[in-house]
């Protein structure tokens, strides 16, 4: 599995609501996406959760490959590009990666993306973040949980979707769902 991410930082006084309608309308256009886990279409508007910035950025889960080279190359992301700009797309290798039943009734989403030290230990950092990934899940807290690491930029992200929005961290960007694209049952 890959989780990906691209972001469009917009002026401060840019209107939301233009993305708020952009996900409308556009949202449902990935649900059944070809090897897609889940995208969530998340924004935040500046001074909301504490953010600096008014944000469009969607995440992704995809289960193969051939979903994130499918959408980069297709019309859709041409149309989005058009309009917002070439972003910089992160991706990371997946960890782990956990979905509730509940995922639809997701409003919230945090994402840290967090450095790791020289020569940490990969695989008890990889365990840690996997217990923390299954705790969040069996105690319903999140409704979704993914971890994963990039070994280019050595960072690993942990993304979580949320009933509710939690206590931030230090290094947590939180967002609003607009809209959850999954796959056909």
């Known amino acids: ?13 840019y209107d939301m609501s233009i993305i708020d309608r952009r996900i ?8 059944g996406f070809p090897n897609l886990g889940f995208k969530a279409y998340l924004s935040v508007g500046k001074g909301e959760f504490g953010s600096r910035d008014n944000l469009y950025a969607p995440f992704y889960l995809w289960q193969k490959p051939e979903g994130i080279s499918d959408f980069l190359c297709s019309p859709g992301f041409e149309a989005l590009t058009g309009a917002f700009g070439w972003p910089q797309v992160r991706t990371w290798i ?3 990666a956990e979905v509730s ?3 639809a009734a997701a409003r919230f989403a945090t994402r840290d993306i967090l ?5 940490a230990p990969l695989d008890d950092i990889r365990r840690a973040d996997g217990a923390q990934t299954d705790a969040e899940i ?10 994963g690491f990039e070994p280019t930029t050595w960072t690993r992200v942990r993304f979580r979707l949320w009933r509710e929005i ?4 230090e290094h947590m960007q939180a967002y609003r769902v607009g809209h959850l694209s ?3 049952a």
């Open 138 to 147: 069996a105690t319903g807290d999140a409704l979704a949980s993914v971890s």
């Open 24 to 31: 409308r309308d556009k949202g449902p256009l990935l649900d």
């Open 94 to 96: 997946v960890w782990q």
């Open 182 to 184: 999954l796959p056909r």
């Open 166 to 169: 939690p206590v931030r961290g």
């Open 115 to 119: 450095q790791m030290k020289p020569y």
């Open 101 to 103: 039943d509940d995922i």
């Open 1 to 13: 599995m890959i989780a990906m991410q691209y972001s469009f930082t917009l002026p401060g006084d």
